[in-house]
């Protein structure tokens, strides 16, 4: 079942949790080289892999992100597949056809392999919303079975851009080049700008799996001091509490 949502500026957020696991053994590694320099507890690191539903008062959905994907997506190789995300939404009372506007943070395999089901678009009435650089950056399994299906649907944007009304992207770039937060008033959904809570408590500290480490960094501090400014709401992709207050 779906976490409990919040509602904020008129709109319902609400976590829908795709899948829960550790990674697999073709990228698992210890903590503390997951997070050099850290002080991750030396134990099996749990993600959570969670999507988000925005519904405002007019009934208009925007969906953050769509998961790990089904048994055979770009993920299995690591993630625990199939995802549930279809399950999620319906049981918030959604149908994949009543999704407006999927948002992609980036196109890790864990984020958007669910865009895409039987080789189609996953939710074919909606507009798919990416930043101009992560398509640029786009290939292998996630351009040849993502995008590809997807071009017909696509909506690219460079940097902020309303996607709904008062839904928000924001380029984040350095865990990938067009990574993107989405932003509902004093909400971030923060894709993989924060993975871990060590990186909470220190902005600094790398995740092995950035794909510019350094860039990364300076993003989420200069990104977190300015959400810490505004006493923001997270909405985490891989927290097991989706929901984090600063």
């Known amino acids: 079942m779906p976490h409990k949502p919040r509602t904020v500026a008129g709109v319902e957020v609400t976590p829908l949790c795709d899948a829960v696991g550790p990674m697999g053994d073709s990228i698992r590694r210890p903590l503390a080289e997951l997070f050099p320099g850290s002080n991750a507890p030396d134990e099996a690191w749990i ?134 937060i989405v932003r509902v008033g004093e909400l971030a959904v923060t894709g993989d700008l924060v993975l871990h809570p060590v990186q909470l408590a220190d902005p600094a500290v790398r995740y092995l799996y950035d794909d510019d480490q350094v860039h990364a960094a300076r993003t989420r501090g200069e990104l977190l001091d300015a959400l810490r400014a505004e006493h923001a709401v997270l909405a985490t992709a891989h927290f097991a509490d989706p929901f984090v207050e600063l």
């Open 47 to 180: 993600l959570h892999f969670h999507c988000y539903l925005l519904r405002d008062a007019r009934g208009r959905t925007t969906l953050v992100d769509t998961g790990i994907g089904a048994a055979d997506s770009p993920a299995a190789s690591w993630a625990p597949v199939p995802g549930t995300l279809a399950g999620e939404l319906a049981a918030a009372g959604v149908t994949p056809a009543e999704v407006d506007t999927v948002v992609l943070t980036h196109l890790h395999s864990d984020h958007a392999s669910g865009a895409v089901a039987d080789g189609r678009p996953a939710f074919a009435n909606a507009r798919y919303v990416l930043q101009r650089d992560e398509l640029d950056a786009a290939g292998g399994p996630m351009l040849d079975r993502v995008i590809t299906p997807l071009k017909d649907h696509l909506h690219v944007v460079e940097g902020q851009s309303e996607v709904a009304p008062g839904v928000r992207v924001h380029l984040a770039p350095g865990h990938t080049p067009g990574h993107q």
